[in-house]
């Protein structure tokens, strides 16, 4: 029986979905009910993935599989959901009628990325990620925004399904190749195929449909779109939980298919390249603040695959380090992003404008976080990224690394721009104060705290992710 | 780690300070002044300690501590000190003192001024205590982003320009300076950041040859090293007199202490080859650096290109990789650090009372705020090397190491200084002596209260420059070894 305590995280999920469902069958007070089902149901996910987190245990005929790994992925996944769930509470933005349904398919597709985490064979692995994503394609037309949250929503349906496509090609290729679906046996197996063009095919597609939840270029024309149409804490969501599961699940395929030596390894160096400039080039021309951080999420997704190109453990520790930071990062930048826009519009820079005087905190979290994001001292971005490069380095990608240096002097330009914007051009509209509820600032602090902290101490929370790393596939 | 960790404390003196500034309301910008003034006086005292406690005749790092970080990756806690970067944290610590002071009038967004200043002095001592390398750039750019803000908010003159330009300028220097670090981490092998060992680690000659520019030239750009020095007068000019002060004083000599500290130690087969290159640098730097301060009129501007002309001074003295060379050259650092802060706080002074720092505005102040002017003068004499002040010796040592290995430059450089003589003069002539202006506003002189920060300032320009050994006898035994480590 002690066994199963290691699927509380999972239990909690399902209960809590349960609970939101019945939820909205009643009819008075139903949002009321889901958010807070929503939130008890987040803190025991995340309560509950980090009681468990020595544990290890195998399930359902070895296709789920728990470890530290997959534990530390879920309470990153149910922190993302909490902050997804507390910026929705209001529901601005969001489409009257369904301001309940909102939690009930953030819960879904926080499900489909806890059961991400845990998936050891490509079958299980498949539908977890499926379920991650279809909610998210309802979630995105939810919101009130109607022209834009259509054509984002259509974006995003067709290209996630043409990804899907992929990806289930590509899986068919690796699995007719192997004649296995489980991860641990397709990696003793691919050294010995690693010659053989149609399972690098396979693996390329298995890639790319990856990288389109990650929203790595060529495979981010989504992000933008979906960043900008959706209520905030969806795209809060988006930008944490989902991002820190693609991460998740990269990193167990980088891990498993031994891609070090083969043509698979330059596309890969070249996409977090591309990705990367593009991603902070086009930024700088942003005005509206989510699409600006949809485009360093660009950006930020190529940091994370230099340092997966280099194909060691310590690439991969770092790539979890720094997918929990980003993780932190955003929620804070989000956190600003939608007290600014507390009326559900979405936030461009000149509402920045006069934030220090507005609040304060919320000017000092939207610097922190943006330094963060921009790989400046003591956040934590500066430390994630210094472990990113040194993996990559360490390989011998010198090019790459000094490609990814120089991107991070040219995306502080944008974050400073936005910070040029909250701390120093006055506010001709003279508006008055910005409330924050105690909430909020308990999450502000909380979070420029964790991501200073992290920052200068970031031993404990990085031998985790060695450890996570080394169990991978 | 050593009994106490005095270093440790010394960073933690801002670190408390930041705390206690950020948790006083901003209501209170008389508490938040009293907190940074006393952040700097426990870091003065902290540093003077230091001081009294170091022994020169002995080898090696002192008050070293050492705790592993980030073990699997061999990052430490390491901090140490020797004769090179104890004057550097002294110059630190004064400056920060001085320029609190300075600052006593300010009135606009007080908590957040003083907020960031601390913020950068935790990069400053950083830089200058730290062993390690994951840590050098770590403080390196905490003390390199809060310029933007306090250029950006408090300044003057095209302030968002010059701060932009500065930051974006120096972000490119770190841009250089993280994938060399991280290849001398990797290329050595031992799996460690500490910076004494990758000095003692192996690497081949092209790997040397290599990497060394880029540390020198990420580490050169915040040292004002021509041609990519143009951030520095601009950012000068824009900022407020107490960065400018820090900025100028100090942040300038985190670059070359960068050069000294990482890059000629780790990769001294690089330092040798590219030493004729970088010499060259330097003289282009002192020369053009004066011709250029010549035409300004902007007394801001003025010493903005001074201190370009001076931090070539400092390289040159790198370059020559000599003991002189050297000595002047960390020696320079600190006297010329002393001197820009004089510089800033004099003309801060004026311009706060007369909103113009054009000479040709400006006149005969010597006789309408004469300690003022006095203060101005005494650090331009500094500049143009005049003998009894500290300046002299620490340029006088590095022209001896440059006569000895680079004698062309060396002639150069010295011819040069006929120049710097000439703007430090026109200047003076200009702006404070002969008629004073009408149109310019009555204003009172210097007060008592205002004048302190400023004396200490020459006080320590006189004192050195009449009993040089004081800080000589501290650097001398550390060169020694350093340069022994040079092929």
């Known amino acids: 029986v002690s066994r199963y305590l290691a699927l509380l995280p999972e239990a909690a999920l399902a209960v809590t979905a349960m609970l939101v469902f019945a939820a909205l069958m009643t009819e008075r007070g139903r949002t009321r009910r889901a958010r807070r089902a929503a939130y008890v149901g987040g803190s025991l996910v995340l309560v509950g993935s980090l009681l468990t987190i020595g544990r290890s245990a195998e399930f359902f005929w070895a296709t789920y599989r728990v470890d530290t790994f997959s534990q530390l992925i879920k309470a990153a996944v149910a922190a993302g959901f909490l902050m997804g769930a507390f910026i929705a509470r209001e529901g601005k933005g969001q489409r009257e009628d369904v301001r309940g349904e909102v939690f009930f398919f953030l819960l879904a597709s926080a499900t489909g990325l806890v059961a991400l985490a845990s998936a050891v064979e490509l079958v299980s692995l498949y539908l977890a990620m499926e379920i991650a994503s279809f909610s998210l394609f309802v979630l995105v037309p939810m919101c009130d925004r109607c022209e834009l949250g259509r054509e984002a929503a259509l974006k995003f349906i067709v290209i996630g399904l043409a990804a899907s496509a992929v990806t289930l090609f590509g899986l068919s290729l690796i699995v007719g190749f192997t004649g296995t679906t489980r991860l641990d046996e397709i990696a003793a197996q691919l050294p010995g195929l690693a010659g053989e063009p149609a399972v690098q095919l396979g693996l390329a597609l298995f890639l790319a449909g990856l990288l389109f939840k990650l929203a790595v270029f060529p495979f981010h024309f989504w992000a933008p779109d979906v960043y900008q149409a959706a209520s905030h804490g969806v795209a809060a969501f988006v930008a944490t939980a989902s991002k820190v599961g693609a991460i998740a699940v990269l990193a167990r395929l980088v891990a498993a298919a031994a891609l070090s030596g083969t043509r698979l390894v330059l596309p890969l160096a070249i996409i977090a390249a591309v990705s990367m400039t593009l991603g902070n080039l086009v930024a700088i021309v942003q005005r509206d603040v989510k699409r600006m951080l949809a485009y360093s999420a660009v950006a930020q997704a190529g940091y994370v695959v230099v340092g997966l190109v280099a194909f060691t453990s310590q690439g991969l520790a770092a790539a979890i380090f720094y997918g929990l930071l980003y993780l932190l990062m955003n929620a804070a930048a989000f956190l600003v992003v939608a007290r600014v826009g507390a009326d559900g519009t979405n936030p461009t820079l000149d509402d920045l404008r006069g934030l220090h005087r507005r609040s304060p905190l919320l000017a000092l979290t939207l610097l922190v976080a943006l330094f963060a994001l921009a790989g400046v001292p003591p956040t934590a971005g500066f430390t994630g990224k210094w472990f990113l490069f040194s993996a990559a380095m360490g390989q011998g990608w010198w090019l790459l690394v000094l490609l990814a240096a120089v991107n991070s002097t040219v995306s502080v330009y944008y974050y400073l721009v936005a910070v040029k914007y909250a701390y120093l051009l006055p506010d001709e509209r003279q508006r008055g104060p910005l409330p924050l509820t105690i909430g909020d600032r308990a999450l502000c602090y909380a979070l420029t705290g964790a991501v200073v902290v992290l920052g200068v101490f970031p031993a404990a929370l990085y031998r985790f992710a060695e450890r996570a790393s080394q169990l991978l596939p | ?487």
């Open chain 2, 1 to 487: 780690v050593s009994h106490p960790p005095l270093l440790t404390l010394l960073l933690l003196c801002p670190v408390v300070g930041l705390a206690a500034i950020l948790l006083t309301p901003a209501r209170h910008p008389g508490a938040i002044k009293r907190i940074a003034a006393a952040t700097g006086l426990a870091a003065a005292a902290v540093v003077a300690v230091l001081w009294a406690k170091f022994d020169p005749a002995a080898p090696g790092y002192q008050f070293v501590e050492q705790l592993p970080w980030v073990g699997s990756l061999g990052i430490d806690w390491h901090n140490g000190v020797d004769g090179l970067n104890l004057p550097l944290l002294a110059l630190t610590a004064i400056v920060f003192l001085t320029g609190v002071l300075v600052m006593w009038g300010l009135e606009e967004r007080v908590k957040e001024y003083f907020a960031f200043m601390t913020l950068l002095v935790i990069g400053v001592f950083g830089v200058f205590m730290t062993l390690d390398l994951f840590f050098f750039v770590f403080y390196y750019e905490v003390a390199v982003l809060p310029m933007y803000l306090l250029i950006a908010v408090w300044g003057s003159t095209r302030k968002e320009y010059g701060a932009m330009k500065l930051t974006l300028y120096l972000l490119v220097g770190t841009a250089l300076v993280v994938p060399a670090a991280l290849a001398i981490y990797w290329g050595a092998g031992l799996g460690s950041f500490d910076l004494t060992r990758l000095a003692t680690a192996h690497y081949g000659r092209h790997f040397q040859l290599l990497v060394y520019p880029f540390l020198f030239v990420g580490f050169g750009i915040l040292a004002g090293m021509w041609p990519l020095h143009t951030w520095s007068p601009v950012g000068h000019v824009a900022a407020p007199t107490a960065v400018s002060m820090l900025h100028a004083g100090v942040l300038m000599k985190l670059g070359a202490y960068g050069i000294l500290r990482v890059a000629m130690p780790v990769l001294p087969a690089g330092a040798e080859y590219w030493a004729h290159a970088t010499a060259i640098l330097a003289t282009v730097n002192i020369v053009y650096g004066a011709f250029v301060a010549l035409a300004q009129t902007d007394l801001k501007f003025v010493i903005g290109y001074s201190s370009v002309s001076h931090m070539g001074i400092v390289l040159l003295g790198l370059s020559t990789l000599s003991e002189a060379g050297v000595n002047g050259a960390v020696f320079q650092m600190f006297s010329h650090g002393i001197m820009t802060a004089l510089f800033f706080a004099a003309v801060g002074y004026i311009y706060d009372r007369l909103h113009t720092r054009d000479v040709g505005q400006l006149g005969g102040l010597s006789r309408t705020m004469p300690v003022a002017s006095a203060f101005f003068i005494i650090a331009a004499l500094t500049g143009a090397g005049v003998p009894g002040f500290s300046s002299f010796w620490a340029e006088l040592l590095v022209f001896l190491g440059a006569l000895r290995t680079f004698p062309v430059l060396a002639i150069v450089v010295v011819a040069a200084l006929s120049i710097t003589l000439a703007y430090s003069i026109r200047v003076i002539v200009l702006a404070f002596f002969g008629e004073p202006r009408a149109a310019l506003p009555r204003a009172p002189d210097i007060g008592l209260f205002q004048s302190v920060p400023r004396a200490i300032l020459v006080g320590f320009l006189l004192l050195l420059g009449f009993v040089p050994h004081l800080i000589l006898d501290v650097i001398e035994p550390a060169t020694r070894v350093f340069v022994r480590g040079l092929p």
